[in-house]
């Protein structure tokens, strides 16, 4: 399903710690938008919905709702340095009509 890669891994591990949610599930939200594009949001959620996918990756427990594990299949997430000094999550997503493979343009 989803992929950690050990820098994403490695921050998320140090976010749950510095906003004491340490067990909490990190939720991963994808909406295709009217464009076919797609928007991502992901944030600690101990709520349990109808249809929710759980996966414990690199000793992280992520969960996916049902309208989003199929657009989520194959996706990785990163932690990259975009620009000097600014590191941010970014997601690798094959089924993301916008997506271009990491080395391709």
Same mark, same amino acid.
């Given at each position: 399903? %989803?992929?950690?890669?050990?820098?994403?891994?490695?921050?998320?591990?140090?976010?749950?710690?510095? /906003? @004491?949610?340490?067990?909490?599930?990190?939720? %991963?939200?994808?909406? #295709? #938008? @009217? @464009?076919?594009?797609?928007?991502?949001?992901? !944030?600690?959620?101990?709520? $349990? =919905?109808? !249809?929710?996918?759980?996966?414990?990756?690199?000793? %992280? /427990?992520?969960?996916?709702?049902?309208?989003?594990?199929? =657009?989520?299949? !194959?996706? *990785?997430?990163?932690?990259?340095?975009?620009?000097?000094?600014?590191?941010?999550? %970014?997601?690798?997503?094959?089924?993301?009509? *916008?997506?271009?493979?990491? !080395? $391709?343009?």
């Amino acid at each position: 399903m %989803i992929k950690l890669t050990a820098e994403a891994a490695k921050q998320i591990l140090i976010s749950a710690e510095q /906003n @004491d949610k340490p067990s909490m599930p990190l939720r %991963i939200a994808i909406k #295709q #938008q @009217d @464009d076919g594009s797609f928007h991502y949001a992901m !944030g600690f959620d101990q709520q $349990r =919905l109808p !249809g929710d996918v759980f996966v414990n990756i690199e000793k %992280i /427990n992520l969960v996916v709702s049902e309208k989003s594990k199929d =657009l989520a299949e !194959g996706m *990785t997430i990163d932690y990259v340095e975009l620009e000097p000094g600014k590191l941010e999550f %970014i997601f690798l997503n094959p089924n993301d009509p *916008t997506y271009t493979a990491p !080395g $391709r343009k």
